[in-house]
């Protein structure tokens, strides 16, 4: 891939992971409120920090937009507004499994998500800015590992499918190391968004 189309998919999914950010603040602020009872304090808690780490995120992506002389998407940014407010409309009546299931597969997704950026990022001759996108990969494997536990928990996990496991997470830098000396087997430049 050439550096001119590498930097035009990497501005595509740097929209995509912006807006994605924003459906996820509000779903997981939605689901947050949801949880009332006392017993749920823990689960509370820990989406007040994932939700601190989403807005962290959007920040930092649109931060990345700029610097590729970009902006996020507008009609995107609607979008995913309207998508996370219905999730997070949902989770008040939908019971705790659901949103818990739902927030970990999309997490899993959002770790592939930043890891292909990093690579997109390197073949646009912007190596700056790999560090940083593999750390927001990090973060979101830090993310899908809480709700997968969570939802683990629950007798409703055993009969659901299941997404792929995640690796471990020294494996989102090692295998960029692989990429980069070219032994990666398949470079992972394919993303498969749920959005
Ligand atoms: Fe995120
Ligand atoms: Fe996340």
Redesign the pocket.
């Known amino acids: 891939m050439n550096a001119t189309s590498a930097r035009a998919e990497l501005v595509t999914l740097l929209q995509m992971a912006y807006s994605g950010?924003r459906a996820?603040a509000y779903a997981y602020l939605g689901h947050r409120r949801s949880l009332r009872r006392p017993k749920r304090a823990d689960d509370r808690e820990m989406l007040r920090l994932v939700l601190l780490?989403?807005i962290r995120?959007r920040r930092a992506v649109r931060r990345l937009l700029h610097v590729l002389d970009s902006a996020p998407d507008p009609a995107r940014e609607r979008k995913m507004r309207r998508i996370g407010l219905t999730i997070g409309a949902f989770c008040q009546v939908g019971g705790w499994y659901a949103p818990m299931y739902g927030a970990g597969k999309l997490e899993r997704g959002?770790i592939v998500e930043y890891e292909v950026a990093a690579r997109l990022a390197h073949l646009a001759g912007h190596p700056g800015m790999v560090d940083e996108l593999l750390e927001?990969a990090e973060?979101?494997w830090d993310?899908e590992r809480l709700f997968r536990t969570s939802a683990a928990s629950h007798r409703l996990w055993w009969v659901s499918p299941k997404w792929p496991e995640t690796e471990a997470r020294e494996h989102i830098r090692s295998s960029f190391d692989a990429f980069l000396s070219g032994d990666e087997p398949e470079p992972a430049l394919r993303w498969n968004p749920l959005r």
């Open positions: 950010e996820a780490d989403e995120h959002n927001l973060v979101e993310h």
